[in-house]
């Protein structure tokens, strides 16, 4: 099997690099490459060309690698390679000279609007062999200042009134340059404004203008003009322009959902009574949309007459209840198999108000067939969240519903050097606004016990402090807080997009207070509590991560992403808890090794731990991976990762994080995946391969493609989901 891969691979490398690297082999006779297609502005060296690019019809693929793919496919046949290099590749733009002609009328047009009048644009076209240069010359139009602006309005009501309250927020003003875009700009925020003060139905439409540039030449008279009808209508449709408020508000929703009209109401929004406001029906919205309990909201409103708007709001339950199966996998060439699996049930609804409770149980194997070491560890949870900020107002996040959130969890470990227990709990609030989500828990509390320990281990980490001093019982109370913020909040995102998570652990600070109360441990001298030692630290660990989808489809991808992590032990502690370790290997990290494999620093690993369990309290690593389709609902991806994991604080000369030697330090892998994308979930199979292994000797730590296959130098995983 080893020896197939490692054939099966060169093969594929060897033959990629033979081919061509032509872009133009799959174009017909008479056909040109259209390889750039850019605008130049001939009399304004300032003005900004982005402004316009958009409006070029026909623009090259660029830089985009899959063109070299689609060309290894030979345009004469049509076998299985062919098709499936057409498949995954990105066909050549092809140049159309009627795709320059609308380009040009495009162009023209939205100069025009821009408030360039008359501008004049050419296509100058180079072809040279098979790839055609298209670039459009323009020469900007005149354009005008506002010399006045003449207002009319309405002669009846309060409307007038109302108009000037809002003068000072105009958007158009005497000396600025006229333009229809700066026009529309103020009709938007100008109706969005009257639609917040209670003027139901109004919009950009009731608007009106006209400009005289002959009376005063190079300038514009500006006449604006409200009336009492749209753009679409005629006068005969005149009506006043009055402030409405909100009459009746009914909520509408089936009898099988179970949920309290006191709740419903507290957070809805739209008040009887109250002034009409585009934003509270906004927030009513958000607010319904946002609970699990309910899976669409619709928000009818209906004038009864010219001062009342009725509002009903519809509501469809969701699935209140159900199971989720998470299952990751992995494999690597000494054959260590390890299993994590995930089972958890959850009710949306559990007391009528759209609290969530989830009960999860979880289990992680590790294990050699035929061999009776093994790792195992069990564990339970429970939490609910509550969909409010206990102690605050609903009307401190406007639109959005914040949780309370109330957790507990016991996770029992049996490794061959120990067995131990782990009893967690914590309070904390959760919620979003628009793309940042943020966890904020200000009592996380956990108690940690050493049922018993490996005599030859407890022997070998007499000559290890650094970790004889994670290995004991500890208690750790402190906060925790997790901010992520992302521009595509998609479950399994379909376009490009970026994201940034940062997560802090403090503990013991609160406790260090009460320090002249507590008993000292005579061993490691350090303050107990419940003849514990409470641990004392800060934790911090940032992500960042970048997907850049393209090709004709959008179905091609890079996604990047790079992690930094350090925690730092003080006061009562003199070495971070060892679950509050950073560890690199696994499905999701460090493919080219086992889970908790990778380190720290050029440590071989092989000290202390019979299952890897390999951490340290500083992480680095970066990530790059390229997703690419293949049929129906496979997809492939090639991936190359470099991280590791160190000791800041008592490690040893091989383990300790060095900056000069950093890259030294640094393990390397790449590998090739594929999966199975059924949009509700993805299926994935990855396999990593060693490429740089500093726990290696030095000169033998780049691992040449002839040892890429034997023991120990791959991993196979087994997934849900992206790794990132």
Same mark, same amino acid.
């Given at each position: ?20 690297? /032509? ?27 982005? &402004? ?88 900007? @139009? ?43 700009? #103020? ?13 139901? @139905? ?33 006068? *005969? ?18 009898? +099988? ?7 419903? *109401?507290?957070?809805?929004?739209? *008040? ?13 919205? /958000? ?24 509002? &009903? ?41 759209? #609290?969530?409770?989830?009960? $999860? ?5 590790? %294990? ?13 949870? $429970? ?5 409010? %900020? ?19 969890? !016991?996770?029992? &470990? ?30 996380k509390v956990s108690v940690v016990r050493l049922l018993s320990i490996d005599y030859d281990f407890l022997t070998s980490l007499v000559f290890n402090p650094f970790m004889a001093n994670s290995y004991i019982d500890h208690f750790d109370a402190g906060a925790a807080g997790n901010l992520h913020y992302t521009t595509n909040s998609d479950l399994n995102p379909k376009t490009s997009y970026q994201y940034v998570n940062l997560s802090v652990n403090i503990a013991g600070n609160l406790l260090s207070l009460f320090n002249p109360l507590m008993k000292t441990n005579p061993d490691t001298g ?14 911090? #660990? ?9 090709? $004709?489809?959008?179905?091609? =991808? ?5 992690? $930094? ?21 696994? =499905? ?8 908790? /494999? ?22 680095? +690593? ?17 991936? =190359? ?7 800041? &604080? ?14 030294? /330090? ?57 790794? !990132?």
């Amino acid at each position: 099997m080893r020896k197939f891969l490692h054939r099966l691979l060169v093969s594929i490398l060897a033959g990629m690099a033979a081919l061509s690297c /032509s872009t133009t082999r799959s174009l017909s006779p008479g056909q040109y490459r259209l390889t750039e297609a850019k605008i130049k502005v001939e009399n304004d060296k300032k003005f900004k060309t982005k &402004q316009i690019d958009s409006y070029i019809r026909q623009k090259p693929s660029g830089g985009d690698p899959l063109l070299f793919v689609y060309n290894w496919a030979n345009p004469k046949t049509n076998n299985f390679m062919d098709r499936f290099f057409r498949k995954i590749g990105t066909p050549p733009v092809v140049y159309d000279p009627d795709m320059v002609n609308s380009s040009i009328d495009n162009i023209k047009t939205r100069l025009d609007y821009l408030g360039y009048y008359n501008s004049k644009v050419v296509a100058d076209i180079k072809v040279k062999g098979k790839k055609a240069k298209v670039k459009y010359l323009v020469t900007l @139009g005149k354009r005008y200042p506002i010399r006045d602006i003449e207002i009319v309005l309405p002669s009846r009501g309060e409307f007038a009134s109302d108009f000037y309250a809002d003068s000072a927020n105009f958007t158009i003003h005497k000396g600025d340059w006229l333009s229809e875009a700066a026009l529309e700009e #103020e009709t938007v925020r100008g109706s969005a404004y009257f639609r917040k003060t209670g003027y139901y @139905g109004f919009n950009k439409n009731y608007y009106f203008f006209e400009a005289d540039t002959l009376s005063h030449p190079g300038e514009a008279l500006l006449k604006m003009t409200v009336n009492e009808y749209t753009r679409n209508e005629t006068p *005969k449709s005149a009506r006043l322009i009055s402030k409405y408020d909100f009459g009746d508000v009914d909520i509408y929703y089936p009898k +099988e959902l179970k949920v309290r009209e006191g709740f419903l *109401k507290r957070i809805n929004t739209i *008040k009887p009574g109250n002034p009409y406001s585009e934003p509270a029906v906004n927030n009513a919205y /958000s607010r319904l949309s946002s609970l699990r309990m309910l899976s669409s909201v619709n928000i009818e409103l209906e004038d009864k007459d010219s001062s009342v708007v009725d509002c &009903q709001i519809n509501l469809t339950p969701a699935k209140m209840q159900g199971f989720k199966v998470k299952l990751e996998a992995s494999s690597n060439s000494t054959g260590l198999l390890g299993i994590s699996p995930e089972l958890s049930w959850y009710h949306k609804n559990i007391f009528h108000g759209s #609290e969530m409770l989830n009960l $999860a149980f979880m289990g992680n194997f590790q %294990f050699r067939p035929k061999d009776k070491v093994k790792a195992t560890e069990f564990g339970v949870s $429970a939490g609910i969240s509550l969909p409010r %900020f206990i102690g605050l107002p609903y009307r401190f996040f406007e639109g959005n519903i914040p949780n309370t959130e109330i957790k507990a969890s !016991f996770n029992f &470990q049996s490794r061959p050097e120990f067995i131990r227990t782990i009893i967690s709990t914590s309070f904390g609030y959760s919620g979003s606004h628009r793309n940042l989500y943020y966890q904020v828990y200000p009592i996380k509390v956990s108690v940690v016990r050493l049922l018993s320990i490996d005599y030859d281990f407890l022997t070998s980490l007499v000559f290890n402090p650094f970790m004889a001093n994670s290995y004991i019982d500890h208690f750790d109370a402190g906060a925790a807080g997790n901010l992520h913020y992302t521009t595509n909040s998609d479950l399994n995102p379909k376009t490009s997009y970026q994201y940034v998570n940062l997560s802090v652990n403090i503990a013991g600070n609160l406790l260090s207070l009460f320090n002249p109360l507590m008993k000292t441990n005579p061993d490691t001298g350090h303050r107990r509590l419940w003849n514990i030692d409470y641990s004392q630290y800060v934790r911090a #660990e940032l992500t960042l991560g970048k997907t850049l989808c393209f090709g $004709a489809n959008e179905d091609h =991808a890079f996604a990047m992403r790079f992690i $930094a992590g350090v925690g730092y032990a003080y006061g009562n502690s003199s070495t971070l808890p060892f679950e509050q370790h950073f560890s690199a290997g696994g =499905a999701n990290s460090m493919r080219g090794w086992q889970a908790r /494999s990778v380190g720290p620093g050029f440590d071989k690993g092989i000290d202390f731990f019979i299952i890897p369990s390999q951490t340290g309290d500083m992480k680095l +690593e970066a990530d790059l991976e390229y997703r690419f389709p293949i049929f129906w609902k496979f997809k492939g991806a090639a991936f =190359a990762e470099a991280g590791n994991v160190w000791n800041i &604080q008592g490690g040893t000369p091989e383990t300790s994080f060095d900056a000069q030697n950093l890259f030294k /330090s640094l393990a390397v892998d790449w590998g090739v995946g594929l999966r199975l994308d059924l949009d509700f979930i993805l299926v994935r199979l990855d396999l990593g391969i060693q490429l740089y292994n500093p726990a290696r000797d030095e000169g033998s730590r780049w691992m040449a493609p002839k040892i890429w296959f034997k023991t120990g130098n791959f991993a196979l995983h087994f997934g849900v989901g992206y790794p !990132f």
